[in-house]
């Protein structure tokens, strides 16, 4: 048997995310759209049952965020390409974010996640040793 999340306990995830939401805990995102590109600082990596989520604080918006799932990402240039499609620059080394955690935690119970930063950081510094 898979060890994978049952669809009612991903539904169960999306409501208490969406139900947050409503109660003005979380603000949406604009659309990609409206903002194809992000930073963020103090970023650290999430790997949760449908991917490897962004989580830091997002520079334009001056908030916490949390990302769709990394679809690609380029350790050369510290640049992640989302499931939406939205394209993130990773700036100056990982860290914590109170306000991504907060933002991460409304969605995911503690041990429903693996923080898997150091195999992105471990990456970053393996290129830049790399000659260009």
Partial sequence: MSSNKSDDELNQETLMFVSNLI??????????????????????VARVSDGDR????????HEGRVSMPVLHFDPKTCRCMTKSGRRYQL?????FDRDG????????????????????WSAVEKARREPS
Avoid: C
């Fill in 101 to 120: 955690n907060y933002v991460f935690s409304l969605a995911y119970r503690r041990g429903d996640s693996k923080d898997v930063t150091d195999e992105y």
């Fill in 54 to 61: 962004l989580v830091g604080y997002h520079v334009e918006g």
């Fill in 91 to 95: 700036m100056g080394v990982p860290g």
């Fill in 23 to 44: 109660n003005g805990r979380v603000n949406p995102l604009p659309s990609v759209e409206n903002q194809p590109k992000a930073t963020l600082i103090r970023w650290q």
